[in-house]
């Protein structure tokens, strides 16, 4: 018997068909030893009495795709083993690596799948055992096998520049083609399967100065003769690319800083061809008579030159230098100049590059020339004497004004101005002799005593004219004081340790060595705890805060007394008080307000302040809800032309003559009861009161004819259905007065009317009691026999 197994690789299946069912069997390698595998003759044949060797195991690798993203396990393979007749006594049983994890194995086809994804890079390959034993028995029938399930690569990673990015450099004015840098990206796919890991290099950006090779990533110079000077530095953008740069490859960037270092290719040039200087013709030996420089476009060493006197006239009387950190040329004086011998020198100067590159001797000389013209200006001499001074002789008993002896002195000015001489009084403190101002002669001023004084010892100065003016000499008799008024602001919000101002100081006299100035905190508030003074040592001083928290309710204004003292003698001293203001400030503190504050009541805590503020803001909206409600009552329920203007009294104050009020009614009819009128009947409104008196106008008695009761109830019945067909009456119930007496009645007017759509229970049989001037009413009102429709 032996096995047999099948995986996606064509020849595992075609070796499947070779091996025999039976009797013959396959050989093959096996992975781990490479060696022809036998069984043990002793393994006894479970399936018949025969013994003989059992047959080889034949493996192959087994392989996997990477990252498979399918919903359904992968298969990979299938094991079978002759002994199985597909009668289900059989079992395949899987280990080794993933065995239970990864890979699964149907027990009765031999089945082999991977159930995850998985990742070349993370392993590539797993190392399997198979296992063919009885289902009931778990006797092996076939010997254990190893196998591996090698896991194929895909193209899922990009190439990487682990050193990127790069900072290379390569001399300016390089030829073409040379070699700036070797860049190399790396691929984490498999390099022994496929184009995956196959990386091609290109430039993205950087064309046309440089290129790199596609295969080896060597970035080279496209371009000769690149100048520094122009452009020193250069980002070049390299990507590498797998696939061998076909479509569909992953690719990745990095960048490459490429400087073109210095070659000394720049000759130095003198901005100026002629250089003209003017020095004292009183200027030290060894001092600098001036400087110059020749521009050179290199740096570094390539730029350094030395400088050389080539000709000129007066040799000897200067030497020029180089100085190493600016590279000028320093022209120095070797000799006293003298103006009246000569007034000016003429040199020719060389700058020369210190270090010259042989690759660049073609660009020219490395070399330039200079002219430097020196003028000597003149300076005023002291006189000076034609003959030393010698032993003069006189007598002790000579006259006063005897001459002695003279003296002589020249200026070598050319200007040859006139001398002046004098005595040193400090050596003829008696004044025994005086010397005349324009000649020089010396004589006696004074009687003489030879054993009073034997030898006199006299210095005569020599002084030109130009020398005679005598300055005023300053001596310190002024203290510094502040250079101006300061205006100091102190944010509220300041730290400690902040400067607030820099003060500077200001002395009228004139020292030589000029001013220092010493700052420092009067007495009174040196140990203050607010501020502090710091000396800068440049004639100036700094304000310094010693705590936070100023507040400009607690104090708006500080005074701070300072001391400056000079550096006189004898030094000088003034108290200068600066005033420092307390401001609020904002963030970048720039103040907003300064100055006192309202003072603010702090008995109240914050819970109180608030308490008090919401009974306030309470009350005065009870307030306003109060007003609001009482305009609301004031205002009408409906509009102004909507009013309802029932129940409305129109009167009437006519006593006669009211003719011109032809509106309201008609005074005709109220003056002329015979008068039969035909009242109007309104057109578009159909009146609805109902008549009481049921007859035609021809039928109708007349007023004269009937008792006064009945005239005067059929003359308001009457005046009623006018107003109610009248379209120029008053609407709804309106009350009309008219000054009707009746006929022939003596009484003033009396009208009392009731509607008639009103039902009156009150008894007015009280009115008969009135006398005669209430008959009317209680005929009207009253219960008698003839009842009316009032009744």
């Known amino acids: 018997m032996g096995w047999c197994c099948s995986g996606i690789c064509g020849a595992l299946a075609l ?16 992975p781990s030893s490479g060696d022809v595998e036998k069984s043990p003759h002793s393994d006894p044949d479970p399936w018949g009495a025969l013994h003989r060797h059992k ?42 690596e993933g065995s239970t994890s990864i890979f699964t194995i149907d027990e009765n086809t031999g089945d082999i799948h991977a159930t995850k994804r998985l990742d070349r890079e993370a392993q590539a390959y797993y190392t399997l055992q198979a296992q063919a034993v009885d289902r009931v028995t778990n006797i092996p029938v076939e010997p254990r096998s190893e196998f591996v399930v090698k896991v194929q690569d895909i193209n899922d990673n990009e190439p990487k520049f682990l050193d990127g990015p790069y900072l290379a450099g ?9 070699m700036v840098v070797q860049v190399a990206a790396t691929d984490a796919d498999d390099p022994t399967y496929g184009n995956s890991a196959r990386v091609v290099y290109s430039i993205i950006h950087g064309q046309p100065y440089f290129s790199v090779e596609p295969k080896t990533g060597v970035i080279r110079t496209a371009l000769p003769n690149m100048d520094r000077e122009t452009r020193d530095q250069y980002v070049l953008v390299i990507q590498a690319k797998d696939m061998v740069g076909q479509m569909g490859g992953l690719s990745g960037t990095t960048s490459v800083t490429v400087t073109l270092t210095d070659v000394n290719d720049n000759p130095p040039r003198f901005t100026h061809k002629n250089y003209q200087y003017t020095v004292p ?17 290199d740096i570094g060493s390539n730029a350094e030159m ?51 590159d042989s690759n660049f001797l073609s660009a020219g000389p490395f070399s330039d020339t200079t002219s430097v013209r020196v003028t000597v200006d003149d300076v005023n001499e002291p006189p000076v004497f034609s003959t030393p001074l010698g032993k003069m002789v006189v007598s002790e008993d000579a006259r006063v004004g005897t001459s002695i002896g003279r003296v002589s002195a020249h200026d070598p000015d050319t200007s040859n101005n006139a001398i002046r001489y004098s005595i040193d009084r400090n050596t003829d403190l008696e004044r025994f002799f005086n010397v005349d101002a324009l000649s020089g002669v010396i004589s006696t001023a004074k009687p003489l005593d030879r054993e009073a004084n034997l030898i006199h010892n006299l210095t005569v100065f020599a002084i030109d004219s130009r020398n005679q003016s005598l300055p005023v000499t300053d001596i310190n008799d002024n203290a510094p004081v502040f250079a101006i008024d300061y205006e100091t602001i102190l944010c509220e919000n300041a730290m400690p340790g902040q400067v607030i101002q820099t003060v500077s100081a200001v002395d009228k006299d004139e020292l030589l060595s000029g001013h220092r100035f010493y700052f420092a905190l009067a007495a009174p508030v040196a140990g203050n705890l607010n501020f502090t003074l710091r000396d800068n040592k440049d004639n100036t001083a700094s304000v310094l805060t010693k705590r936070g928290g100023f507040r400009r309710r607690e104090q708006p204004v500080y005074r701070l007394p300072v001391l400056i003292v000079d550096s006189g003698s004898p030094a000088l001293s003034s108290t200068n008080t600066l005033f420092v203001r307390v401001c609020d400030c904002d963030s970048d503190s720039v103040a907003l307000s300064c100055g006192a504050v309202a003072y603010t009541a702090t008995g109240l805590s914050t819970g109180a302040l608030v308490a008090i503020l919401g009974c306030i803001i309470t009350l005065l909206v009870m307030v306003l809800l109060i007003v609001t409600m009482r305009r609301r009552r ?65 039928a109708r008695p007349a007023y004269k004819s009937l008792p006064d009761n009945v005239v005067f109830r059929e003359f308001i019945w009457e005046r009623l259905k006018d107003a109610d067909v009248d379209p120029s009456a008053p609407p709804y119930d309106s009350l009309q007065t008219y000054a009707f007496e009746g006929s022939g009645s003596v009484a ?13 229970d009150q008894n007015y049989d009280y009115l008969s009691n009135w006398g005669p001037r209430f008959k009317k009413l209680a005929d009207m009102y009253g219960n008698s026999d003839g009842a009316t429709v009032f009744s």
Request: include cysteine.
């Open 634 to 698: 004031k205002e009408p329920l409906i509009l102004e032309e909507e009013r309802d203007i029932r129940e409305n009294i129109v009167r009437y104050d006519d006593e006669g003559g009211g003719e011109e009020d032809t509106e309201a009614f008609d005074m005709v009819t109220l003056r002329n009861l015979n008068v039969i009128r035909d009242p109007g009947v309104r057109r578009d409104v159909t009146p609805d009161t109902p008549t009481f008196f049921h007859y035609s106008s021809s």
């Open 306 to 356: 030395d400088y050389r006197i080539m000709d000129g006239d007066g040799p000897g009387m200067f030497n020029i230098t180089t100085d190493e950190n600016t590279q000028d040329g320093v022209i120095i004086l070797l000799k006293p100049l003298d103006f009246e011998t000569k007034s000016s020198f003429f040199l020719r100067i060389e700058a020369t590059n210190r270090n010259i």
């Open 748 to 760: 003033e007017s009396l009208s009392s009317l009731e509607s008639l759509s009103t039902d009156s």
């Open 281 to 297: 013709e009183s200027l030290p030996v060894q001092s600098v008579v001036a400087k110059i420089r020749a521009a050179d476009e």
């Open 55 to 96: 047959r080889s195991w034949v493996w192959n690798q087994f392989f996997v795709l990477e990252e498979f993203t399918g919903n359904e396990p992968l298969y990979v393979g299938k094991l079978h083993s002759d002994v199985d007749k597909g009668d289900g006594k059989v079992k395949y049983v899987l280990s080794g």
């Open 170 to 178: 390569v001399p300016e004015m390089s030829p073409l083609g040379t």
């Open 15 to 30: 070796l499947a068909l070779l091996c025999p069912l039976r009797e013959r069997g396959c050989w093959g390698l096996n």
